[in-house]
């Protein structure tokens, strides 16, 4: 997907996109969270804190949350396998970091999902794991909490959150 092919609500809130970064992975599904969450962890000290350095903002332990909760979500509930696996992708901009994950399943491709998490409302449907590892079924509501943007593109099935550099996340160096 290229930077212009987004939906027109998550380009609007990147800003513009002069100085735009995108990382992208490819993660096929794994019992192990704690792979999970150095992923996120070498994206925000490898990736993203160098990126914001430039713009005199300090990308903060807070981006972690931000982007692990809805990569196991994605790992752990949806359909993605080794022919098919995730595509979690971060966009960086200026003003604001966006996170995409797209995990191969038919729960967002749904209408009443995309109603839900953009309204940020609790979707009836729960999903469970037996792997006490990976959380305790507050995901979605950390996703809710900790997100800027929700947007859901029901034709890609995929889950687009963001913050601004305006928030918490960020500190002026």
Do not use: C, W
Request: glycine share 6%; net charge positive; hydrophobic share 35%.
């Amino acid at each position: 997907m290229k930077i212009e092919d987004l939906p027109p609500r998550v380009l609007k809130f990147l800003g513009p996109l002069e100085k735009v970064l995108i990382k992208e992975k490819r993660i096929v599904p794994t019992n192990d969270a704690n792979y999970l969450r150095d992923i996120a962890k070498d994206l925000l000290f490898k990736n993203i804190q160098p990126y914001y350095e430039q713009f005199q903002l300090e990308a903060n332990n807070g981006i972690f949350n931000f982007l692990v909760e809805p990569l196991k979500n994605a790992n752990f509930h949806g359909g993605a396998n080794a022919k098919n696996p995730i595509k979690f992708k971060v966009i960086m901009t200026p003003k604001a970091l966006v996170a995409s994950y797209q995990d191969r399943g038919s729960y967002f491709t749904r209408q009443d999902v995309k109603q839900a998490y953009e309204k940020r409302i609790q979707h009836s449907e729960k999903h469970h794991v037996e792997n006490k590892e990976i959380g305790y079924g507050a995901g979605t509501v950390t996703i809710y909490e900790l997100s800027e943007l929700i947007h859901v593109e029901t034709t890609t099935g995929t889950l687009f959150t963001g913050i601004s550099t305006s928030t918490m996340f960020f500190n002026k160096l």
